[in-house]
């Protein structure tokens, strides 16, 4: 199977820092989404980027995919995107494998 | 657009004992997920249907694990019997296609006791 690795494992930044989390993967992908899991447990979309750059708001997205790699930037952080960042990868067109996360604390 | 909607919640139950999930997936789409999430780990797939056919259960414990989607459109997991290590959080997705954008529900929260 393919290898999720997503880095660094924990963060912990000053409200209004800026932050880089990191999802490499170890074979082709045909698509790649990343996600924000807030502290009730949900869920939420932040991007589906298979290639390219994206941006909404204070996020924007990289994925490098020659190069098996997609970087999540936040700007300007605030304590309401505290939570845990996955990247979630879809190999052989049906196989669904999410990374074990960045665990991000914003401190005001 | 209304979301995924799962229920219940929460459910605690014993050991041995069977519980069953519901699933109402986004109106349209045609491939519906079930997700464990074991507490400080990422979502692990269990099943991946594509209307009501099943694309991949390779990782369901089918012996005590099962699905369905019988119309292709809402689904039910069930578990029977439940074991200690089963307890997580199971979340339900969905997608309009089957590598499109992946949308969750809330999930339902099992305690094994």
């Known amino acids: 199977g393919i290898q999720v690795e997503q880095s660094p494992p924990d963060l912990i930044l000053q409200e209004g820092a800026n932050s880089t989390l990191r999802c490499n993967f170890s074979d082709s992908v045909n698509n790649l989404q990343w996600f924000h899991q807030n502290p009730w447990g949900q869920l939420i979309n932040l991007f589906y980027?298979?290639?390219g750059t994206k941006q909404n708001g204070r996020l924007s997205a990289t994925t490098v995919a020659t190069e098996r790699y997609s970087l999540l930037y936040i700007s300007s952080s605030q304590t309401t995107d505290s939570g845990v960042y996955f990247c979630?990868?879809?190999?052989?067109?049906?196989?669904?494998?999410f990374g074990s996360g960045t665990k991000l604390n914003v401190k005001p | 657009e209304a979301g995924v909607a799962q229920s219940p919640r929460y459910k605690i139950i014993e050991k041995r004992q069977s519980v069953a999930f519901w699933c109402n997936p986004i109106?349209?789409?045609?491939?519906l997920y079930w997700y464990q999430q074991i507490l400080g780990q990422g979502p692990k797939l269990l099943i991946q249907f594509q209307n009501n056919g099943v694309v991949d259960d390779s990782q369901l414990p089918k012996d005590r694990f099962s699905a369905e989607r019988l119309k292709g459109v809402d689904s039910t997991l069930k578990i029977q019997p439940a074991k200690l290590e089963d307890s997580a959080v199971y979340l339900c997705a969905s997608s309009l296609v089957g590598t499109g954008p992946q949308h969750f529900g809330d999930g339902t929260r099992l305690s094994i006791l």
């Open positions: 980027i298979p290639s």
């Open positions: 109106s349209g789409h045609a491939t």
């Open positions: 979630a990868v879809v190999y052989n067109f049906n196989k669904f494998y």
